[in-house]
T-cell receptor
Framework: KAGVTQTPRYLIKTRGQQVTLSCSPI?????VSWYQQTPGQGLQFLFE???????NKGNFPGRFSGRQFSNSRSEMNVSTLELGDSALYLC????????????FGEGSWLTVV | GENVEQHPSTLSVQEGDSAVIKCTYS??????FPWYKQELGKRPQLIID?????GEKKDQRIAVTLNKTAKHFSLHITETQPEDSAVYFC???????????????FGQGTILTVHP
């Protein structure tokens, strides 16, 4: 069974631009969550989607948004990029998201210059 | 909201020694506690988890203990090997029946170095 797949793996953007990251969960998993990982703040929860609905959201500004499609694939978008948005963005999936084991993808490394 | 504190931030041991990493959490509603291992440039990988109805769980050289009264849980690695060197993260979640869907609150991580 394929794991959680994220694209692109690496990208460089300029301040003010926007970026879209994509995630394909493990087959059969309907819950997709997103995390930001930085050296200073560690792993922080962004949001979670289940059946195309956002069920939970972390403490991030509205520039961070996401969505989930009917096939459970998910995208997250960051608008008006700031230097501080440079981070590893990790997607994770689980069967239902409420206490099931959460599996992470390899992440998308975003550098904002 | 939930807050997870993890100690120590760095841990250096000799091959064959044991390593212990400790975490405390604040939300008494939390009842699912996974541990992840992250090697440099790689994804966090689940190594073991425990739920609040269990006090201890073992998987070969790895064990986790949970004290719900004191709100702390620990990771124990015995007979450490150089390939155990990585960053280890503890996390907490409300788990089944809770409303923290998909949300894990992570500790700050422990850099474990095992010297040959």
């Amino acid at each position: 069974k394929a794991g959680v797949t994220q694209t692109p793996r690496y990208l460089i953007k300029t301040r003010g631009q926007q970026v879209t990251l994509s995630c394909s969960p493990i087959s059969g998993h309907r819950s997709v969550s997103w995390y930001q990982q930085t050296p200073g703040q560690g792993l922080q929860f962004l949001f979670e989607y289940f059946s195309e609905t956002q069920r939970n959201k972390g403490n991030f500004p509205g520039r961070f948004s996401g969505r989930q499609f009917s096939n459970s694939r998910s995208e997250m978008n960051v608008s008006t990029l700031e230097l501080g948005d440079s981070a590893l963005y990790l997607c994770a999936s689980s069967v239902q998201g409420d206490g099931n084991t959460i599996y992470f993808g390899e992440g998308s490394w975003l550098t904002v210059v | 909201g939930e807050n997870v504190e993890q100690h120590p931030s760095t841990l250096s041991v000799q091959e064959g020694d044991s390593a212990v990493i400790k975490c405390t959490y604040s939300d008494s509603a939390s009842n699912y506690f996974p541990w992840y291992k992250q090697e440099l440039g790689k994804r966090p990988q689940l190594i073991i988890d425990i739920r609040s109805n269990v006090g201890e769980k073992k998987d070969q050289r790895i064990a986790v203990t949970l004290n719900k009264t004191a709100k702390h849980f620990s990771l124990h690695i015995t007979e450490t090997q150089p390939e155990d060197s990585a960053v280890y993260f503890c996390a907490a979640s409300e788990g089944n029946g809770g409303t923290s869907y998909g949300k894990l609150t992570f500790g700050q991580g422990t850099i474990l170095t095992v010297h040959p």
